[in-house]
């Protein structure tokens, strides 16, 4: 069974890494930026943080770069947890606290209200 997902993960990683080229020469950055995350979320998958950490330290450029509002708080996140398995406290917080972003007087509003 571990065989079988391990094999599930090898074929899934080159597919993403396929798309990732196709992206990049199409002039894609939101796929991009997709399929960077999907690469960095195999990797947290595997357990393997610091190569999870660096696909998705490329991916944040682009989404950032192309407003990707969606895209850049999910690699954000990726981040803060990938740094968090790793022990990196202080490096997951910052992540985590540029993923929820500032809290505005009227986003508190709606909440409360809504």
């Known amino acids: 069974m571990v065989f079988q997902e391990e ?6 990683l080159q597919c993403f890494t396929q ?15 997709i399929s960077l995350i999907n690469i960095g979320s195999l990797h947290f998958k595997l357990g393997q943080y610091k190569e999870a950490i660096r696909r998705l330290e490329e ?3 682009v989404a950032e770069k192309s407003a990707l509002k ?4 999910q690699i954000l996140e ?14 997951a917080y910052q992540y985590l606290k540029r993923a929820k972003g ?12 809504g």
């Open 70 to 73: 969606s895209e850049t708080a």
């Open 78 to 91: 990726l981040l803060a947890e990938s740094h968090s398995k790793l022990g990196h406290a202080e490096k």
């Open 19 to 33: 798309a990732l080229e196709l992206d990049r020469r199409g002039n894609q950055p939101r796929e991009e930026s």
């Open 59 to 61: 991916a944040l450029p």
């Open 102 to 113: 500032p809290v505005t007087r009227s986003s508190t509003r709606r909440r409360r209200s």
């Open 7 to 12: 094999k599930q993960y090898t074929e899934a």
